[in-house]
Nanobody, 120 residues
């Protein structure tokens, strides 16, 4: 199972970006999917997650500004980021709790990370 993230970039404060992450490979099923971020000098933190059924969870710092969604048929998760702030600057990683066709268990898979930089 491979995760490919895209959509990062440089944006001014108050702007918007949309991140996408597509899972590929021999996938049997994907349970939860999510986005994490790591800012310089800080630990990785959960930004948002979404269950297979569409239940969502957000970090307090992004509530009301970010929206996570997914397309189960395409094994893809999205993160719409609005009203971006300089403190949102980080490398964003997508995550999937997935079961490969050849596997017995669900495991954590990670994308390569995409840089989001918000200028003031």
């Amino acid at each position: 199972v491979q995760l490919q993230a895209s959509g990062g970039g440089l944006v001014q404060s108050g702007g918007s970006l949309r991140l996408s992450c597509a899972a590929s490979g021999s996938i049997f099923d994907i349970n939860d999917m999510g986005w994490y971020r790591r800012a310089p000098g800080k630990q990785r933190e959960l930004v948002a997650s979404i269950s297979r059924g569409g239940s969502t969870n957000y970090a307090d710092s992004v509530k009301g500004r970010f929206t996570i969604s997914r397309d189960n048929a395409k094994f893809t998760v999205y993160l719409q980021m609005n009203s971006l702030k300089p403190e949102d600057t980080a490398v964003y990683y997508c995550n999937a709790d997935a079961k490969p066709e050849w596997g017995k268990f669900y495991e954590d898979y990670w994308g390569q990370g995409t840089q989001v930089t918000v200028s003031s």
